[in-house]
């Protein structure tokens, strides 16, 4: 089964804090998503990977960045944390055969609270 | 035109009824339809998916039903059990874009 793992379930961090949030997927896919999940708003995503050293925008990117220096690890920044990005953020993997019409696979979420 | 509406946004059902959620969209270029489940502190899952040269796909209880000139796509979760009571998600995409997700659908299921 394929793993995607968030190094955090809950996190409470203050305003202005920078903030890493750390995602691992075990099986080797080349696309790497971070999403937003708020309440009435689905999902929203953030930024997207197709390749090491690789990022795209998505479409609430303002305030965050990622990094992603290995294939199997996709991390999502906060610069500087404020209150309106006190949201559930799931992070998403999927093999990457060339097209995006294929099974994403999430993680369990990490509940990033800025107080 | 990038936008999927889903409705409703919650729903109580009784056990062994059935369930019935519907999304729409506009852009003619999405090809492919996902449904997602999330169970309460989990990521969402892969339910089943169409695409839309067929109007009809069932898996077990879940149906997606596909109505191409409606721009319609719903879910019909037959003999609804408790353990159904999740949220679920549609979704849409074309070949080489983002998947852009509906806004949700909290299902109840009642004994």
């Known amino acids: 089964d394929v793993k995607v793992t968030q190094s955090s379930r809950y996190l409470v961090k203050r305003t202005g804090e920078k903030v890493f949030l750390e995602c691992v997927q075990d099986?080797?896919?080349?696309?790497m998503f971070w999403y937003r999940q708020d309440p009435g708003l689905g999902l929203r995503l953030i930024y997207f990977?197709?390749?090491?050293?690789?990022?795209e925008k998505g479409d609430i990117p303002e305030g965050y960045s990622v990094s992603r220096e290995k294939k199997e690890r996709f991390s999502l920044i906060l610069e500087s944390a404020s209150t309106n990005q006190t949201s559930m953020y799931l992070c998403a993997s999927s093999l990457g055969l060339g097209t995006t019409n294929e099974k994403l696979f999430f993680g369990s979420g990490t509940q990033l609270s800025v107080l | 035109q990038q936008q999927v509406k889903q409705s409703p946004q919650s729903l109580i059902v009784q056990k062994g009824g059935i369930s019935i959620i519907n999304c729409a969209y506009e852009n003619t270029a999405f090809d492919y339809f996902p449904w997602y489940q999330q169970f309460p502190g989990k990521g969402p899952a892969l339910l089943i998916a169409i695409r839309p040269d067929v109007s009809e796909k069932k898996e077990g209880r879940f149906t997606i039903s596909f109505n191409k000139s409606a721009k319609q796509f719903s879910l019909h979760i037959m003999d609804s059990q408790p353990g159904d009571s999740a949220t679920y998600f549609c979704?849409?995409?074309?070949?080489?874009?983002?998947?852009?997700f509906g806004p949700g659908t909290s299902l109840s299921v009642i004994p």
């Open positions: 099986m080797d896919h080349e696309n």
């Open positions: 979704a849409a995409s074309t070949p080489y874009d983002k998947v852009i």
């Open positions: 990977s197709y390749d090491v050293k690789m990022k």
